[in-house]
């Protein structure tokens, strides 16, 4: 199972830029402090969901949402490649 941190940092790549592998755990941090930089290091990979203005966060129900619809979309989207290929 590929680990995956969310959280905003230098090694982050944006979400859209990424392909979300399969299976895939999750870790979120809260909004104050994040996740810690230690589970940060266990990841495989970190993906932030980039946001404009004075904040830098969102709130991580919010965060999670988004991250797994895109997650949904991305494996659906696979699946009917794979059926229209065999």
Request: hydrophobic share 40%.
């Amino acid at each position: 199972v590929t680990l995956w941190g969310v959280e905003t940092t230098s090694k982050s790549k944006p979400l859209w830029k990424t392909q979300i592998p399969r299976p895939l755990a999750l870790v979120f941090g809260n909004e104050l402090v994040g996740v810690d930089a230690e589970v940060l290091q266990e990841c495989d990979d970190l993906v932030c969901i980039p946001t404009l203005g004075v904040k830098n966060s969102l709130n991580v129900a919010t965060c999670a949402s988004v991250l797994i619809w895109e997650a949904l979309r991305q494996w659906d989207e696979a699946d009917e490649e794979d059926a229209s290929t065999s």
